[in-house]
């Protein structure tokens, strides 16, 4: 299933507001933007919450570029949305990948 980020939106100080599609479903995501200064340097975070982590655990290429969007939102850059993020796949799909490849570097072809 094909992912898009549609919007990104700022709702507090340092919430940042996501509406992502998989597929023809549409989902609403909250990220929490933390600063630290280390060394004299700022450094911006990204948190995800629960349902964010658990909802691309098997998809960390789209929770990557999504928070990457995210992070590039937060610091002021223009990001030109929608956006095609990649594939989504389920669990079964994701392992299935992973025993392959396993498989393959194991049997050396």
Do not use: C
Not at 31 to 60: C, G, K, P, W, Y
Not at 64 to 85: C, N, R
Not at 96 to 103: A, F, I, L, P, T
Request: aromatic share 8%; charged share 25%.
């Amino acid at each position: 299933m094909n992912t898009q980020v549609l919007s990104i939106e700022s709702k507090q100080d340092s919430e940042i507001s996501l509406i992502i599609s998989i597929g023809q479903d549409k989902y609403k995501f909250s990220l929490i933007a933390e600063t630290d200064t280390v060394s004299d340097q700022h450094m911006h975070t990204l948190r995800a919450d629960d349902r964010f982590l658990d909802s691309f655990r098997f998809n960390q290429h789209i929770a990557s570029s999504i928070t990457k969007l995210a992070l590039e939102f937060y610091q002021g850059e223009i990001v030109e949305l929608p956006q095609d993020i990649g594939a989504f796949v389920t669990r079964e799909e994701a392992l299935e990948s992973v025993n392959q490849r396993w498989s393959e570097q194991t049997l050396g072809t």
